[in-house]
Nanobody, 121 residues
Framework: QVQLVESGGGLVQAGGSLRLSCAAS????????MGWYRQAPGKQRELVAV???????DYADSVKGRFTISRDNIKDTVYLQMNSLEPEDTAVYFC???????????????WGQGIQVTVSS
């Protein structure tokens, strides 16, 4: 069993910052890519940022230069530092992790429960 626990969301004024964390725990043999998605009301879930096991990061165009994704491979945790937040960033943010639970098992996508980020104007 694998659990993903997110933290760090909340309400912030435009221009402010928040830092999201997502810690993976349980039966984990290996973690590949990790990332963050978001879903605003009435919209589809979209990729925000992803980071590979080697540390390469990619971002949605809408957050480039404002958000930074990072990971701690010892703690099995992925972070999303969000600066210069805009009302358009308001959404439920979901962490995503690709995990192999035993050496011979396939890679499986796991999702966090989602955490609300609200940016007021």
């Amino acid at each position: 069993q694998v659990q993903l626990v997110e933290s760090g969301g909340g309400l912030v004024q435009a221009g402010g910052s928040l830092r999201l964390s997502c810690a993976a725990s349980g039966s984990i043999f290996s973690i590949d890519a990790m990332g963050w998605y978001r879903q605003a009301p009435g919209k589809q879930r979209e990729l925000v940022a992803v980071i590979t096991s080697g540390g390469r990061a990619d971002y949605a165009d809408s957050v480039k230069g404002r958000f930074t994704i990072s990971r701690d491979n010892i703690k099995d945790t992925v972070y999303l530092q969000m600066n210069s937040l805009e009302p358009e960033d308001t959404a439920v943010y979901f962490c995503w992790v690709m995990i192999r639970v035993v050496v011979s098992s396939p890679w499986v996508n796991y999702w966090g429960q989602g955490i609300q980020v609200t940016v007021s104007s």
